[in-house]
T-cell receptor, first 115, second 109 residues
Framework: KAGVTQTPRYLIKTRGQQVTLSCSPI?????VSWYQQTPGQGLQFLFE???????NKGNFPGRFSGRQFSNSRSEMNVSTLELGDSALYLC??????????????FGPGTRLTVL | KQEVTQIPAALSVPEGENLVLNCSFT??????LQWFRQDPGKGLTSLLL?????REQTSGRLNASLDKSSGRSTLYIAASQPGDSATYLC????????FGKGTRLHILP
């Protein structure tokens, strides 16, 4: 069974631009979560989507948004990029949205560099 | 507010040694705790998942324990190998998944 895939793997943007990242979950998984990882803050939860609906949201500004499609693939969008948005963006998929008996599987990440 | 702490932040041990990584959390009302491994610049690989009703899980040379009442989990690695060098993260789940900042492990050949 194929794992979680993320595209692109690397991205370089300039301040003020916007970016869209894509995540394809493991087949049969309907929940996709997004995380931002930086050396200083560690892994921080952005949001979770399940059945095309946002189920949970972390403490990030509205410049960070996402969506999920009917095939469970998800996209994350960051508008008006800032230097501090440079990070590794990870997505993870789970079978369902509930947290019990529900292992999370991560993709390889997208490394975003904002110049 | 749930906080997850991993101590030490970094650890170097000679190959072949057994070692223990620690994870503590402030709110014992969790559904489960998961241990992950992350290689530099890569995604996370799930190692072990312990449900709140369980005390431990084992996979190969790895054993993870959970003591919910004291808010602690340990990851025991037996007979360490250079390939075990990575960052190890623990995460607890309830309404959200909260990660610790990890322990960076270096196994010396």
């Amino acid at each position: 069974k194929a794992g979680v895939t993320q595209t692109p793997r690397y991205l370089i943007k300039t301040r003020g631009q916007q970016v869209t990242l894509s995540c394809s979950p493991i087949s049969g998984h309907r929940s996709v979560s997004w995380y931002q990882q930086t050396p200083g803050q560690g892994l921080q939860f952005l949001f979770e989507y399940f059945s095309e609906t946002q189920r949970n949201k972390g403490n990030f500004p509205g410049r960070f948004s996402g969506r999920q499609f009917s095939n469970s693939r998800s996209e994350m969008n960051v508008s008006t990029l800032e230097l501090g948005d440079s990070a590794l963006y990870l997505c993870a998929s789970r079978r369902t949205s509930g947290y019990s008996y529900n292992e999370q599987f991560f993709g390889p990440g997208t490394r975003l560099t904002v110049l | 507010k749930q906080e997850v702490t991993q101590i030490p932040a970094a650890l170097s041990v000679p190959e072949g040694e057994n070692l223990v990584l620690n994870c503590s959390f402030t709110d014992s009302a969790i559904y489960n705790l998961q241990w992950f491994r992350q290689d530099p610049g890569k995604g996370l690989t799930s190692l072990l998942l312990i449900q709140s009703s369980q005390r431990e899980q084992t996979s190969g040379r790895l054993n993870a324990s959970l003591d919910k009442s004291s808010g602690r989990s340990t990851l025991y690695i037996a007979a360490s190998q250079p390939g075990d060098s990575a960052t190890y993260l623990c995460a607890v789940s309830r309404d959200k998944i909260i990660f610790g900042k990890g322990t960076r492990l270096h196994i010396l050949p």
